[in-house]
T-cell receptor, first 109, second 114 residues
Framework: DVKVTQSSRYLVKRTGEKVFLECVQD?????MFWYRQDPGLGLRLIYF???????EKGDIPEGYSVSREKKERFSLILESASTNQTSMYLC????????FGSGTRLTVV | AQSVTQPDIHITVSEGASLELRCNYSYGATPYLFWYVQSPGQGLQLLLKYFSGDTLVQGIKGFEAEFKRSQSSFNLRKPSVHWSDAAEYFCAVGPYNQGGKLIFGQGTELSVKP
């Protein structure tokens, strides 16, 4: 089975900090995705990547950037964290169906 | 526009009762449909998926779903709910390929009464 690992389950950061959320997959999947999940809003796509060094904006990319230097790793970057970025962040890979990581619950204070 | 609608935000059923969670979609191409379940504080786990063939598909944990093209629906069912089924359920639609993004519904939270 594919395993998707998100480096942190819980994070607390201060407003204005640069935040890195890491996601690593152990299969050779080309497609990786970052979503944020908020109550009542479901999952919203932030960015996705079809291959190394390739990235595409999702539905809510503002305030975020991504990095994919190696196939197995897809990083989400909050350049200057704000309180409205407090959320659950989910990473996924896709090979027909999605496989999700366990999520990172980020609180920005 | 492509979208997924789960009309019920929250459902409560008694343990042992039957369950149906509704999902309607709007998608321009042939849809690849999914149901995922999320336990509190966890990521999403695939329950079942459908692309073609028999319109009634079986999944894990005793769940099944029925695809109805004429109604653009993919409702999830379970004959007898267990307390451990309390979770949030998400319906999703996307293209049938290895990549391509999935579009998710807003989710339905299921509570189970003893």
């Amino acid at each position: 089975d594919v395993k998707v690992t998100q480096s942190s389950r819980y994070l607390v950061k201060r407003t204005g900090e640069k935040v890195f959320l890491e996601c690593v997959q152990d299969m050779d999947h080309e497609n990786m995705f970052w979503y944020r999940q908020d109550p009542g809003l479901g999952l919203r796509l932030i960015y996705f990547s079809y291959d190394v060094k390739m990235k595409e904006k999702g539905d809510i990319p503002e305030g975020y950037s991504v990095s994919r230097e190696k196939k197995e790793r897809f990083s989400l970057i909050l350049e200057s964290a704000s309180t409205n970025q407090t959320s659950m962040y989910l990473c996924a890979t896709r090979n027909y169906g999605y496989t999700f990581g366990s999520g990172t619950r980020l609180t920005v204070v | 526009a492509q979208s997924v609608t789960q009309p019920d935000i929250h459902i409560t059923v008694s343990e042992g009762a039957s369950l149906e969670l509704r999902c309607n979609y709007s998608y321009g191409a042939t849809p690849y449909l999914f149901w995922y379940v999320q336990s509190p504080g966890q990521g999403l786990q695939l329950l079942l998926k459908y692309f073609s063939g028999d319109t009634l598909v079986q999944g894990i944990k005793g769940f099944e779903a029925e695809f109805k093209r004429s109604q653009s629906s993919f409702n999830l069912r379970k004959p007898s709910v267990h307390w451990s089924d309390a979770a949030e359920y998400f319906c999703a639609v996307g293209p049938y390929n290895q990549g391509g993004k999935l579009i998710f519904g807003q989710g339905t939270e299921l509570s189970v009464k003893p």
